[in-house]
């Protein structure tokens, strides 16, 4: 007598369409792909039951069915802190972006349910892991190698500096990642390292290279200047974005004192060179400091007096598209005109014929377009 | 070509559907007069019905002028009771047949709280960016004749059924169907849609079609404005995750979805805000209003 599995002897399968069947088998395989612990399974399954039998995605297309699994899995893996991204699980299902990206936002908000944000720290955690760089093989050079413990720990100060800097908010993950792991290895060995660029790593390290990390490392190599022009011992220095890269490990360490004062607080504005957009004369000091002579404030220009901004201009902390705002797209207010419109005004004729063809004008249309 | 509805044109395309007042919503906004689309302004020269009304008052004071003053008596006392009735009207714009107790044109019939003191609201006006409105022309029309015979108009039946018409004042899109329906989109007030939309039809009228203006109705409302100091949306994603979607991958905004009033709010790290799904403009307003005090609570970080 051949052992019968529980499933079979008590119909259970049979219970469920086929539909349901293969999208179960699917969460099953991609929660085994990606090694995930079997709790994290059972809960995208009942997910998935869920959303298969939500009025919403009953009838949808069978290729959002598909993805549907993946989301659930997806969801499950954020509700658990477990770092997986949408780029993954898309490359793993052959799925469009978009599509996954719709399927994923209907499904949050049809079930309700509330997913916690990609957590940073755990994702620096993850990535790195599949960076080539920390063992020995044939086309890296001895003095490219690096000891992963060391690099994941400097990585992950340099996306928490990012992260407080404004650097990290509204932004693609990844590439902030990419470009604090590329500074963080050259940091580690300075002088076989500063000649190789960000390109050239990401090739031999073996990972993508997103086209964002160039300007996540421009943004980064520019917090790290300010903050070094603050370091007393390195203003003698005439750093540039190469070489500040040898004293980052410094600046880390001195970090929160860095930031404090490289940079002005949202409130100091005032005190700064550069006050927030839209703001009236900067140079203001402010109660208690002692700026010489009252004369007028917008001929103090930058402070000379303020205890925290002397020196160049210490920018404001803030996000980078506030500090460099695009051209301004939008009118300004409605003007008095737009706002007496009551919606009753009489139309004129005139007005209306201007957008009607004459019969000369037709007949040629018509024939341009060849209608008949 | 008149509106149909019972509802006078003050308060079309304003007001939710009958019987779905929202209770109870504040006046937030002293300067801000309900439903005129209007930049702070003395509440007279604002309301349509008291221009009409105003129309009205002229030509009965004209009329009053030419009676010879034989009839004077009789006429002043006529002429005085509208006129009475109207500066009424022209201090507190209530919508017709309610008392004008309170200024508060859109919920006439709901307690008004006292208007909250400047130093509570937040100070900022979300201004209205988009109207989307449909109207129904109540004929069936024959849209390659349209395409033909209006230069405003673009007709590809292969890749859309509908022909895509713009005027230039007030700046607008439309789309009509063949089934008499259209939809009028890039407005800046309710009542610049309504006269948009009035023109379409005015157009469509001209080219032949016997085109009614039917069951006129603003479907959204977008709005926009400024807090004027970076978010954490990682913050408030976490203290708010019920109403709100951060994805970072996907988009650099935060989807919050309030739920009363009923409008989804994108908001973005440089603190501009995008509010849309109202039917009404107070809901914008009510929903910044909601949503100020949250986001000053992740100002100062460092």
């Given at each position: 007598?051949?052992?019968?599995a529980?499933s079979?002897?008590?119909?259970?399968?049979?219970?469920l369409s086929?539909?349901?069947?293969?999208?179960i088998?699917r969460?099953?395989d991609l929660?085994?792909v990606?090694?995930?612990?079997?709790?994290?399974?059972?809960?995208?399954?009942s997910?998935?039951?869920?959303?298969?039998?939500?009025?919403?995605f009953?009838?949808?297309?069978?290729?959002?069915?598909?993805?549907?699994?993946?989301?659930c899995?997806?969801?499950?893996?954020?509700?658990h802190?477990?770092?997986l991204?949408?780029?993954t699980?898309?490359?793993l299902?052959?799925?469009k972006?978009e599509?996954f990206?719709?399927?994923?936002?209907s499904l949050q908000?049809?079930l309700e349910?509330?997913?916690?944000?990609?957590?940073?720290?755990?994702?620096?955690?993850?990535?790195l892991s599949?960076?080539r760089?920390f063992?020995?093989?044939a086309?890296?050079p001895?003095?490219?190698?690096e000891?992963?413990?060391?690099?994941?720990?400097?990585t992950?100060?340099?996306?928490?500096?990012?992260?407080?800097?404004?650097?990290v908010?509204?932004?693609?993950?990844?590439?902030?990642?990419?470009a604090?792991?590329?500074?963080?290895?050259?940091s580690?060995?300075?002088?076989?390292?500063?000649?190789?660029?960000?390109?050239?790593?990401?090739?031999?390290?073996g990972?993508?290279?997103p086209?964002p990390a160039?300007?996540?490392?421009?943004?980064?190599?520019e917090?790290?200047?300010?903050?070094?022009?603050?370091?007393?011992?390195?203003?003698?220095?005439?750093?540039?974005?190469?070489?500040?890269?040898?004293h980052?490990?410094d600046?880390?360490?001195?970090?929160?004192?860095?930031?404090?004062?490289?940079?002005?607080?949202?409130?100091?504005?005032?005190?700064?060179?550069?006050?927030?957009?839209?703001?009236?004369?900067?140079?203001?000091?402010s109660?208690?400091?002692?700026?010489?002579?009252?004369?007028?404030?917008?001929?103090?220009?930058r402070p000379?007096?303020?205890k925290?901004c002397?020196?160049?201009s210490?920018?404001?902390?803030?996000?980078?598209?506030?500090?460099k705002p695009?051209?301004?797209l939008?009118?300004?207010?409605?003007?008095?005109?737009?706002?007496a419109?009551?919606g009753?005004?009489?139309?004129?004729d005139?007005?209306i014929?201007?957008?009607?063809?004459?019969p000369?004008e037709?007949r040629?249309?018509?024939?341009?377009?060849?209608?008949p | 070509?008149?509106?149909n509805?019972?509802?006078p044109?003050y308060?079309?395309?304003?007001a939710?559907?009958?019987?779905a007042?929202t209770?109870?919503?504040?006046?937030f906004?002293?300067?801000?007069p309900?439903?005129t689309?209007?930049?702070?302004?003395?509440v007279?020269?604002?309301?349509?019905?008291?221009i009409l009304?105003?129309?009205q008052?002229q030509?009965q004071?004209?009329a009053?002028?030419?009676q010879?003053?034989?009839q004077?008596?009789?006429?002043?006392?006529?002429?005085?009771?509208?006129q009475?009735?109207?500066?009424?009207?022209l201090?507190?714009?209530?919508?017709?047949?309610?008392?004008?107790?309170?200024?508060s044109?859109m919920?006439?019939?709901t307690?008004?709280?006292p208007?909250?003191?400047?130093?509570?609201?937040s100070g900022?006006?979300?201004q209205?960016?988009?109207?989307?409105?449909?109207v129904?022309l109540?004929c069936?029309?024959?849209?390659?004749?349209?395409?033909?015979?209006?230069?405003?108009a673009?007709?590809?039946?292969?890749?859309?059924?509908?022909v895509?018409?713009?005027?230039?004042?007030?700046r607008?899109?439309?789309?009509i169907?063949?089934?008499?329906?259209?939809?009028?989109?890039?407005?800046?007030?309710?009542e610049?849609s309504r006269?948009?939309a009035?023109?379409?039809?005015?157009?469509?009228?001209?080219?032949?079609?016997?085109?009614?203006?039917?069951?006129?109705?603003?479907?959204n409302?977008?709005?926009?404005c400024?807090?004027?100091?970076?978010?954490r949306?990682e913050?408030?994603?976490?203290t708010?995750?019920?109403?709100?979607?951060?994805?970072?991958?996907?988009?650099?905004?935060?989807?919050?979805?309030?739920?009363?009033?009923?409008?989804v709010?994108?908001i973005?790290v440089?603190?501009?805000?995008v509010?849309?799904?109202?039917?009404?403009?107070?809901?914008?307003?009510?929903?910044?209003e909601?949503?100020?005090?949250?986001l000053?609570?992740?100002?100062?970080?460092?």
């Amino acid at each position: 007598l051949a052992e019968v599995a529980y499933s079979q002897s008590t119909g259970q399968r049979e219970q469920l369409s086929r539909c349901l069947q293969r999208g179960i088998r699917r969460v099953q395989d991609l929660c085994k792909v990606l090694q995930l612990p079997t709790v994290f399974e059972e809960t995208a399954v009942s997910y998935f039951q869920r959303a298969v039998q939500h009025p919403s995605f009953r009838l949808v297309s069978l290729e959002k069915k598909e993805l549907l699994g993946g989301c659930c899995v997806f969801v499950t893996c954020r509700q658990h802190n477990w770092p997986l991204t949408m780029g993954t699980i898309c490359s793993l299902l052959y799925a469009k972006q978009e599509l996954f990206a719709s399927v994923y936002l209907s499904l949050q908000k049809e079930l309700e349910l509330s997913v916690p944000a990609l957590s940073l720290a755990d994702l620096v955690k993850t990535h790195l892991s599949s960076f080539r760089l920390f063992q020995p093989v044939a086309d890296i050079p001895a003095p490219f190698l690096e000891d992963k413990e060391k690099m994941v720990a400097r990585t992950m100060q340099v996306v928490e500096l990012a992260s407080e800097t404004w650097l990290v908010t509204g932004r693609h993950p990844v590439p902030i990642i990419t470009a604090a792991a590329f500074l963080s290895w050259q940091s580690l060995q300075p002088p076989a390292r500063l000649s190789c660029p960000l390109a050239r790593f990401c090739k031999l390290a073996g990972i993508d290279l997103p086209p964002p990390a160039h300007l996540r490392l421009k943004e980064l190599l520019e917090i790290l200047l300010s903050m070094a022009s603050r370091l007393s011992w390195l203003r003698v220095f005439n750093l540039d974005k190469k070489t500040v890269v040898k004293h980052i490990g410094d600046l880390l360490q001195h970090r929160i004192f860095l930031l404090k004062n490289a940079f002005c607080l949202e409130g100091e504005e005032e005190q700064c060179g550069k006050g927030s957009p839209g703001e009236g004369s900067p140079g203001q000091g402010s109660p208690g400091e002692g700026i010489p002579g009252q004369g007028s404030p917008a001929a103090q220009g930058r402070p000379s007096g303020g205890k925290r901004c002397h020196e160049g201009s210490p920018r404001p902390l803030l996000p980078p598209c506030l500090i460099k705002p695009r051209k301004r797209l939008r009118t300004a207010a409605p003007s008095a005109s737009d706002s007496a419109i009551t919606g009753d005004e009489p139309i004129s004729d005139s007005e209306i014929e201007q957008y009607l063809r004459g019969p000369e004008e037709v007949r040629a249309f018509r024939r341009a377009k060849d209608w008949p | 070509m008149d509106q149909n509805n019972s509802l006078p044109p003050y308060a079309q395309g304003l007001a939710s559907p009958q019987g779905a007042m929202t209770p109870g919503i504040p006046i937030f906004s002293p300067m801000m007069p309900y439903g005129t689309g209007l930049t702070p302004q003395p509440v007279q020269s604002t309301n349509s019905l008291s221009i009409l009304e105003e129309q009205q008052r002229q030509q009965q004071q004209q009329a009053a002028a030419q009676q010879s003053t034989s009839q004077q008596a009789t006429q002043g006392t006529s002429g005085q009771t509208p006129q009475l009735f109207h500066s009424q009207t022209l201090t507190t714009a209530p919508l017709p047949g309610t008392t004008p107790l309170y200024p508060s044109p859109m919920t006439p019939m709901t307690p008004i709280t006292p208007a909250t003191p400047a130093s509570e609201s937040s100070g900022i006006v979300p201004q209205l960016q988009n109207i989307v409105s449909t109207v129904n022309l109540g004929c069936k029309l024959d849209l390659k004749t349209i395409a033909l015979r209006a230069r405003n108009a673009e007709y590809n039946p292969k890749r859309f059924a509908a022909v895509i018409m713009r005027i230039r004042e007030p700046r607008t899109t439309a789309l009509i169907f063949s089934s008499g329906k259209m939809v009028c989109t890039g407005a800046k007030s309710e009542e610049q849609s309504r006269l948009a939309a009035r023109k379409y039809a005015r157009v469509v009228q001209k080219l032949g079609f016997p085109a009614k203006f039917l069951d006129f109705k603003i479907q959204n409302m977008v709005g926009s404005c400024d807090v004027k100091f970076p978010i954490r949306l990682e913050g408030l994603v976490l203290t708010h995750q019920q109403f709100s979607s951060y994805e970072p991958e996907l988009f650099p905004g935060l989807i919050y979805r309030m739920i009363k009033p009923r409008i989804v709010l994108l908001i973005f790290v440089s603190g501009k805000v995008v509010l849309t799904g109202a039917k009404v403009r107070a809901e914008i307003y009510e929903a910044f209003e909601n949503i100020y005090p949250i986001l000053k609570g992740f100002r100062k970080t460092t």
